[in-house]
């Protein structure tokens, strides 16, 4: 049953009143403390306490061999629940077979390890007394459901475990219900759509599916309260309807908003939304989340947000964390955001399936343009599997839809050769669940069924690539690039320069420890690709290959093609992309943004005497022991002539070692600055740790990333370090996580410190032979 209500209301000019009511009844608690594992594997270990998010193992920081098998979870606890309540538990995500037992008792399975389920556990507890869940979880290889190819031959990983966050949820009996759980077509839960969205106005509806498990029918109303990011708040009401005895019934509301706050990646402007249900003069369920208003458009000439033309530079990222795989924390999976947007980027593709909520959270909060993916790499199955991979479909646009960030759906397999008939059923599936405008759906293949071709740029071929298509029909979208061209192809445009090259000298498959020449080579390979990209007249934007390095299952090594390595440390490449954002583009304070200039170089006897500065700036000076080397503008050549900022290229006779200092200006102004300073003998630590405007989550579980560098006394990290490290905690709640003690890479070595809580400080200490111990103190 469906009822259609209008309401208009005039945002901060009228706000409605209804009386008081009681507190809200619906309540949502983390339920990932307290439980026991074991894995099925040799002769039954004993249970171990964990706490979720957890993976099944915790593996080499170059996975080999992963665990695949069978583990065990379980969890005594007692809850209090009357006659009048509903108890769920909603997984986030769990890898990649569940099964859920409630007191003995099977009451659900779940396939497929990247979307949530929720399990009604209301007649299964013994309330009051205690109870006991058990979930039997399978992350083997599986052909019937996503993505289907056995984890030997992928080219990422799937960790197994529970990942991602449970939650307890108790409800009245007359509630809102969880979008996936319903699985009702573009029904179930909370649906927010804006149509009509102009500067003085927008307008649109809230959808809301609500069941009476009552045994009595039900008279209601639902209250609706708009609050903007500056805490002004505007309430209305539907009017009066009833529900009949154990029905579902939705409701659609219109709304208008007079002067929208509207979403953008420089102003990503959030509205949370309160939706209450009212019985009897009480708040006996409510729904909370967060919304933004924005138009996104694929137009002839273009993609348009918020009626202005934008170019989408962005990256790729996958989810993985070093030895923990996925099981992250939500403030891990905003730290990476941060550093994403921090990079110069304001788009991410998923690759290659749908990550946390948490990470899409971040990206509503940040400004980042998302392309959402469904879970697929060249594996095409049976028709299980592609009945799966519609209801995969399904449940993606169900728990997404409502973020702004996501612009494009990825309804199609990576790299994989689909039927026709699976492709046009993909699609109608998903405007099924996202049934209004503007949705737009992508696929690797130029099929008429999707509306917006995304090919990797090495799917064509050097010189033009993807530069001289004229269809006409579809947009292009450079899913990837950077990589794969230059590692299998070869196919830079500068062979007769780099001819003296080896292959792996070419590649953009770099790790820190390969030096500057290498980190400058892959720099020049991911400037060089994007400029070309920006030379095809239907490209609507890229996504570089990649973010940060990862594992992959077929592969006994790291894919290497990051600009950040997998400990999220920066290499030359990332000061390339960050230069490429506008320095008149100012972000929230806590990300960088303004004027900035990096020198790409050690400055050791052995680094290049052509000097590669990246900046946003229209001039760049730079001094060689306060000496002016020279002052330059950008280099515009073939290789960055489309480029929104070419880099500067300075050229020095003769090594001297010092200091190697470069000013950037705007309009003659000195606006930013860097110095790089000759490496002298190793003598100390240096310990930090990164939290990327996240602070440490002081009552669940969380994990950052600590450095130790190793560096001169001037403090100036030694680039050819290797030195062991051992880390050591004095004080505090907390683990170290990796291999202790580590040999420093270029100069750094890394653990990952996985916090319990934050109640008291954590010291931790750093030590290597004869170098200076390093100590840190981490508090809430």
């Not at 901060?12 to 403390?33: E, H, M, W």
């Not at 996975?63 to 069978?70: E, L, P, W």
């Not at 209004?436 to 130029?446: C, E, K, V």
Request: glycine residues 6%; proline residues 3%; charged residues 25%.
């Amino acid at each position: 049953m469906k009822l259609i209500f209008k309401s208009i209301f005039f945002l901060f000019l009228i706000t409605f009143s209804f009386g008081k009511v009681q507190a809200q009844s619906r309540t949502k608690i983390n339920f990932g403390a307290d439980w026991e594992f074991k894995r099925e594997e040799g002769s039954s270990p004993n249970w171990e306490k964990v706490t979720i998010p957890h993976t099944n193992r915790l593996e080499k920081l170059v996975v080999i061999k992963q665990f695949q098998g069978t583990s065990w979870y379980q969890k005594k606890f007692k809850t209090e629940a009357s006659k009048d309540q509903k108890t769920f538990l909603y997984f986030e995500g769990v890898m990649q077979e569940a099964d859920v037992w409630i007191n003995d008792k099977k009451v659900a399975n779940h396939k497929g390890g990247y979307l949530p389920f929720t399990v009604d556990v209301t007649p299964y507890l013994n309330s009051n007394n205690e109870n006991t869940i058990k979930v039997k979880v399978n992350n083997e290889d599986n052909p019937d459901f996503l993505p289907g190819k056995p984890l030997k031959d992928l080219d990422f990983n799937y960790y197994g475990g529970i990942y991602r966050n449970v939650y307890l949820i108790k409800t009245s009996k007359l509630y809102i219900t969880d979008a996936v759980a319903a699985n009702k077509v573009a029904g179930g839960g909370v649906y927010v759509n804006f149509e009509n969205i102009g500067k003085d106005e927008a307008s649109g509806s809230i959808q809301v599916h609500l069941k009476n498990e009552f045994e009595s029918d039900k008279n209601t109303f639902l209250k609706f309260i708009l609050t903007d990011n500056k805490g002004k708040k505007a309430e209305f009401k539907s009017e009066n309807f009833a529900i009949k005895s154990n029905t579902d019934f939705t409701l659609v509301q219109k709304i208008s908003v007079k002067k929208p706050k509207l979403w953008s990646i420089k102003n990503p402007n959030l509205y949370q939304l309160e939706v209450q249900v009212i019985l009897d003069n009480k708040i006996v369920d409510s729904n909370l989340l967060k919304v933004g208003i924005r138009k996104s458009e694929l137009k002839a000439d273009g993609y348009y947000l918020n009626d202005k033309k934008i170019y989408l530079n962005g990256t790729n990222e996958h989810q993985e964390y070093p030895y923990l795989g996925y099981a992250i924390s939500d403030e891990a999976q905003y730290r990476d955001a941060v550093k994403i947007k921090n990079a110069g980027f304001d788009f991410v593709r998923l690759s290659h399936y749908p990550h946390a909520e948490a990470f899409l959270n971040a990206c509503d909060e940040l400004g980042i343009l998302v392309m959402n993916s469904l879970t697929g790499w060249q594996f095409f199955g049976n028709e299980t599997f592609q009945k799966n991979a519609y209801q995969d479909i399904r449940d993606m646009a169900r728990r997404d839809r409502n973020h702004p960030s996501i612009i494009f759906w990825e309804s199609s397999l990576n790299e994989t050769e689909m039927s026709e008939t699976f492709m046009k059923e993909a699609t109608k599936t998903l405007k099924e669940e996202l049934p209004f405008a503007h949705n737009y759906s992508a696929s690797w293949i130029d099929n008429e069924n999707y509306d917006l071709f995304i090919p990797a740029r090495q799917h064509a071929k050097a010189p033009d690539y993807w530069t001289k298509y004229s269809k006409g029909n579809r947009k292009i979208f450079i899913a990837e690039y950077g990589d794969w061209e230059y590692y299998a192809q070869n196919a830079g445009f500068n062979q007769t320069e780099f001819s003296n090259l080896k292959e792996d000298e070419r590649t953009s498959r770099q790790l820190r420890s390969n030096g500057e020449k290498r980190l400058l080579q892959q720099a020049y390979n991911f400037q060089e690709a994007s400029n070309s990209n920006r030379k095809g007249a239907e490209t609507i934007g890229e996504a570089n290959w990649l973010m940060f390095d990862y594992n992959r299952g077929y592969s006994p090594d790291l894919e290497s093609s990051g600009i950040s390595d997998i400990f999220r440390i920066p290499k030359f490449a990332y000061y390339f992309y960050q230069s490429q954002r506008d320095a008149n583009v100012v972000l929230d304070k806590k990300l960088a943004s303004g004027p900035m200039v990096n020198i790409a170089n050690y400055w050791t006897a052995e680094s290049p005497l052509n000097v590669t500065v990246y900046s946003n700036c229209d001039e760049v000076a730079l001094y060689l022991n306060d000496l002016l080397v020279a002052k330059e503008r950008p280099f515009i050549g073939g290789n960055s002539d489309k480029l929104q900022h070419a880099p500067f290229i300075f050229k020095i006779e003769k090594f001297k070692a010092g200091t190697l200092r470069a000013e950037g200006f705007i309009n003659g102004k000195k606006v930013a600055s860097n110095v790089v300073r000759t490496p002298e003998t190793a003598s100390r630590i240096e310990l930090s740790y990164d939290i990327s405007s996240k602070a440490v989550n002081p009552e669940y579980p969380d994990m950052v990333f600590v450095y130790a560098k190793i560096t001169d006394a001037n403090g100036t990290v030694i680039p050819t370090a290797t030195s062991e490290v051992t880390f050591a905690l004095s004080e505090g709640n907390a683990e170290i996580i990796g291999q202790n003690p580590i040999n420093a890479e270029a100069g750094i070595a890394t653990i990952i410190l996985k916090t319990k809580d934050l109640k008291n400080k954590i010291v931790l200490k750093a030590s290597s032979g004869q170098l200076k111990d390093s100590t840190i103190s981490i508090t809430k």
